[in-house]
């Protein structure tokens, strides 16, 4: 006698439960919440907010072209049709249920593109999304038609069976950038692309000195946000074009904007783009947040290629090189490249440069605002490795700090911290001014700042000797008594003799 019919039983309701469960994952739905798009410098990013893991595949056609975008399981929760896709490689956007299990948007295109897509999982304060990349020429005015909802079926039989009819070209008038503060659609102002321009030629004063201002973050990756839902893509974009009108209203210095508007660029190809302008300095703009709300102050960083100086160093380097996993970018591809950068003997000099550069911005940052750390930080950040130009990141100040997001926010504290920080890079071009520019011919004309702020290393002797006076001037002109009571920090007077 056995008790297998009772073990049976029990068998056959555990697997009654178990598919019971699959067909009800099986049949979840997931919803596509909104779509969000930025003009990029090459290519045009597509967002499209999901609610939940997404399954998804994209299929080519042509005469006309056209991308198709089946989302398995995909309920449209949102009218796509009314993003503003002027000056894009989308001429206009459909969707509607193809078959009982799957949601199909068609992007009817100008031309042919290149296309890349992936997805990504909750961060940043976003929830899951569905990324897709067009790259391709695009039209000089796209137009835009405004397309009314199409029923379900007629969309589908329409993108099996025939080619969408030709569309009416219109003019369109451009949208200005989007302001901070959430938005249903966002849209930014179309990025000029990256040409470098030729220096002018000036044999009797010298060249510019070219600084390459890059703001953090921007498009999809907001980077931190702060109390009020303030943005650091913003508030680094506001201070780099009030940097920008800083440098370029300086004689001897020009500027060129790593990033102009509001759309993402990857870590390396920022680097990149400062290196192909032939750029003399690269500062990338950032604000900082920590996991609690009571960190604060300024700091500036420079590349390290072994390791963190400080824990809140490597905290935010991992922070920042996460930026790039929300553009898709594959960073371990790249590492043996950038690890056989960092061997050349190049870079030792270039993170010297950028120690002396990084120093002389945190000196002058700490004039109006209160440092985080009163030394230049060393931190494995992927945007500062370059082995040829002089690279530092200015994180502004605490964004997760209240009372600092709130000055970060005011375009007063935005122009004087840009004020500050072109006062660093200035007070640096005059001690170590590159060979042939405007800057270098001055200094050696006589030129030379009438305020010396003292870095750690410094000594009278270095300094006497890099601005042609004596000891005995220095110390007699700011009364130093022993001649040797100097300290990080201090503002001395350069006598002018």
Request: hydrophobic share 40%; glycine share 10%.
């Amino acid at each position: 006698m056995t008790l297998r019919p009772r073990n049976s039983v029990c068998v056959r309701i555990g697997l009654a439960l178990v598919f019971a469960l699959g067909s009800l994952q099986a049949g979840a739905g997931v919803a596509v919440e909104g779509l969000r798009l930025w003009r990029g410098t090459d290519h045009t990013r597509l967002v499209f907010d999901v609610d939940g893991p997404v399954r998804h595949s994209l299929t080519e056609m042509h005469d006309p072209e056209r991308l198709i975008i089946d989302v398995e399981n995909g309920e449209l929760a949102a009218a796509l049709h009314a993003v503003d896709i002027s000056s894009t490689q989308v001429q206009r956007i459909r969707s509607g249920k193809y078959g009982a299990d799957r949601l199909r948007i068609v992007l009817d295109l100008h031309g042919k593109v290149k296309q890349k897509s992936f997805v990504l999982g909750p961060s940043s304060g976003q929830g899951n999304r569905l990324v897709v990349d067009l790259f391709g020429p695009v039209p000089r005015q796209a137009p835009a038609p405004v397309v009314p909802t199409v029923p379900a079926e007629p969309v589908a039989r329409a993108v099996a069976a025939s080619p969408a009819p030709p569309q009416p070209q219109a003019q369109v008038q451009h949208q200005s950038p989007a302001q901070p503060g959430p938005q249903p659609v966002a849209r930014s102002e179309e990025p000029a692309p990256v040409v470098r321009a030729p220096l002018p030629k000036q044999p009797l004063r010298g060249r510019n000195i070219l600084v390459a201002i890059d703001a953090g973050h921007g498009g999809e990756d907001p980077g931190a946000i702060g109390p009020g839902r303030i943005r650091e893509k913003d508030v680094v974009l506001a201070i780099a074009r009030e940097l920008e009108k800083k440098v370029n209203a300086t004689p001897g210095y020009r500027a060129t904007m790593v990033r102009k508007g509001d759309y993402f660029i990857p870590l390396f190809k920022r680097r990149d783009i400062a290196r192909e302008s032939g750029a003399d300095l690269f500062v990338s703009i950032h604000a900082d947040a920590f996991t609690h709300a009571r960190a604060r102050g300024s700091s500036v960083y420079a590349l390290s290629p072994r390791g963190a100086t400080s824990v809140s160093a490597a905290f935010l380097a991992q922070r920042e090189n996460g930026a790039d996993l929300i553009g898709g970018v594959d960073l371990g591809a790249k590492d043996k490249v950038l690890a056989s950068v960092l061997t050349d003997l190049s870079m030792t000099a270039t993170m010297d440069a950028s120690l002396g550069a990084g120093g002389r911005v945190l000196n002058s940052m700490g004039r109006i605002a209160h440092l985080h750390k009163r030394r230049v930080e060393q931190a494995g950040f992927a945007v500062l490795k370059s082995p040829d130009m002089p690279s530092i990141l200015v994180e502004t100040g605490f964004i997760s700090n209240p009372l600092e997001a709130e000055r970060l926010g005011n375009a007063g504290y935005q122009r004087n911290m840009a004020a500050a920080i072109f006062a660093g890079v200035s007070d640096y071009f005059m001690s170590s001014p590159p060979p042939e520019t405007m800057v270098a011919m001055s200094v050696r004309a006589g030129a030379r700042p009438s305020e010396y702020i003292i870095s750690r290393g410094d000594t009278l002797a270095g300094i006497a000797e890099r601005y042609r006076v004596s000891v005995a001037d220095i110390v007699r002109t700011n009364g130093l008594g022993g001649g040797n009571d100097i300290r990080a920090g201090q503002t001395i007077v350069i006598p002018q003799t």
